[in-house]
Antibody, heavy 117, light 108 residues
């Protein structure tokens, strides 16, 4: 069955960096676009970024543009989110999700990122 | 950038009642690229509807989507106890693929 597992979350100080990973199984990873979505404490869903199935295109939410970078390794069935210059407002659960024409049909369980001194 | 608004913010209903949730876009959404998700506390969201009206795999037929252009609706024909949750719409026509703020459906 389709599985997505996020890792790499934790507590980090403002201004520092963190890299999240999303490792998938149960489907042909190289055929699908992949997304990151986050949810701050007690808040709604915020779309963060997408990467095309072949890595040829990337798009970002304005709130993370220039600080976050999405990438993927199709040989390893893994997607990444490099997060730099982290701020308090980046504190959230980060979900990876599979895109089917960019609707998100499968989700991981999320990894918590806390930006705090 | 397409901005989505959802109404009402909270819907208080009893099991067996009909729920009607609205999602309105600030500009036209092409190809009906509008999805609905359900999220329960402590869980990841789950895709319910894509393409405005197509049910995702395994979604019961009491869930239905309708609409086009800028106005979309999610209807739950008869609420089951497990349907009390938060519902989000999302457009995936144009980046950024934003979500609406959500509608909470709680037990009256």
């Amino acid at each position: 069955q389709v599985q997505l597992v996020e890792s790499g979350g934790g507590v980090v100080q403002p201004g520092r960096s963190l890299r999240l990973s999303c490792t998938v199984s149960g489907f042909t990873f190289s055929r699908y676009g992949m997304h990151w979505v986050r949810q701050g404490p007690g808040k709604g869903l915020e779309w963060v970024a997408v990467i095309w199935y072949d890595g040829s295109k990337e798009y970002y939410a304005e709130s993370v543009k220039g600080r976050f970078s999405i990438s993927r390794d199709n040989s390893e069935n893994t997607m990444y989110l490099q997060m730099n210059s982290l701020r308090g407002e980046d504190t959230a659960i980060y979900y990876c999700a599979r895109g089917d024409e960019n609707s998100l049909d499968h989700w991981g369980q999320g990894t918590l990122v806390t930006v705090s001194t | 950038e397409i901005v989505l608004t959802q109404s009402p913010g909270t819907l208080s209903l009893s099991p067996g009642e009909r729920a009607t949730l609205s999602c309105r876009a600030s500009q036209n959404i092409n190809y009906n690229y509008l999805a609905w998700y359900q999220q329960k506390p402590g869980q990841a969201p789950r895709l319910l509807i894509y393409g405005a009206f197509r049910r995702a795999t395994g979604i019961p037929d009491r869930f239905s989507g309708s609409g086009s252009g800028t106005d979309f609706t999610l209807t739950v024909s008869r609420l089951e106890p497990e349907d009390f949750a938060v519902y989000y719409c999302q457009q995936y026509d144009t980046s950024p693929f934003a979500f609406g703020p959500g509608t909470r459906v709680d037990i009256k």
